[in-house]
């Protein structure tokens, strides 16, 4: 399969990333505006309204990869106290206590702060520092 699909892993990594930004993106959309679903919206200085900004604002720069690390390294952090504050206390189990979109995002995150932007962002454009992975190695921003 790495043969196949290994010489697209940048191509994909930058899918996953502005797929995975736009979803994250939308929860701070929720929590902000009440869209999708024409729900309540929160108040901007409460810790829900923080949150909410964290999730669209870092969403919408993991997406379009605009100092990504930065972004994902915050959001994998808000991601953390989610789970460890809404999720933990009722039970172990992220499956059983609806965490474990709190846990795949926090992970997820952590993985992009390390990676960074990657190709079709705005850090590639402007020409931001590259890392080389050392597996493969291809660079990317």
Known sequence: MDRFLGKFSPHL???LRFVA?????????????????????????????????????????????????????ISSGEMAVAYFMAHAPQGTWPILNQGELAVLYCFLFLYMAARGSGIWSIDAAMGRTTRTDATTGHRFA
């Open 13 to 15: 990594y930058a899918i």
């Open 21 to 73: 930004g736009i979803l994250f993106a939308m929860h701070g959309t929720q929590k902000l505006f009440g869209w999708p679903g024409g729900g309540d919206t929160v108040e901007l200085a409460s810790m829900m309204g923080v949150a909410g900004i964290i999730e669209f604002v870092g969403g919408l720069m993991i997406a379009f990869g605009f100092l990504t690390s930065w972004a994902a390294f």
